[in-house]
């Protein structure tokens, strides 16, 4: 899959995704975000990605998954905040399996996932950046309500995409 530079909502999505998110502050919201991805030809020369649907999560947080997290290296302390929802997401795996059969049925693909940092900025973690594991995009939305995005590499490397808003049909 080709590396996308933009990511584009229409405002209904835009709607639900910030309205998913903020709705379980101060824990953080999580959601995965359903569309397709636009490759690059010779009429353009970006690909892109386009949200049509955003499936919420639960934030399954906790001591079971820090542990496994511990385990893969990717928390080196292990004090009580760690075990925060306020500070830290994970997505139910059960609700990711039946977004992505869902998602077959009906021409669409995960594209990546989207989270709130209610009392941060709009700008992935370490551990945002150490946990994700295949590329895909993660998008962001801040304390302030601002919202960024970026295209995860398998590899740990970010690059930020472009928002694009698009009027609903």
């Given amino acids: 899959m080709e590396n996308p530079r933009i990511i584009k909502f229409d405002l209904d999505c835009l709607r639900i995704l910030r309205s998913t998110l903020l709705a379980v502050a101060p824990e953080e919201g999580c959601a995965l975000l359903l569309g397709d991805q636009k490759q690059s030809s010779f009429l353009t ?20 998954i820090c542990n496994i997290a511990q385990y893969l290296g990717q928390i080196k302390d ?69 919202i960024r995005a970026w295209w995860a590499a398998a590899n740990h490397n970010l690059q930020e995409l472009r928002l694009a808003y698009l009027k609903s049909k």
Avoid at 49 to 54: G, N, S
Avoid at 131 to 146: D, E, P, Q, R, W
Wanted: glycine share 6%; net charge positive; hydrophobic share 35%.
């Fill in 45 to 64: 020369t970006e690909s892109s990605l386009q949200v049509r649907l955003i499936w919420p999560c639960c934030n399954v947080w906790g001591p079971n």
């Fill in 78 to 146: 292990h004090n009580q905040s760690i075990f925060s929802k306020e500070t830290h997401f994970a997505l139910d795996p059960r609700e990711q399996i039946m977004a992505q059969r869902w998602a077959r049925k009906n021409n669409l693909k995960v594209l990546g996932t989207a989270h709130s940092h209610p009392t941060g900025s709009a700008i992935p973690s370490s551990l945002d950046k150490s946990l994700s594991f295949s590329s895909c995009a993660m998008v962001i939305i801040g304390k302030n309500g601002t």
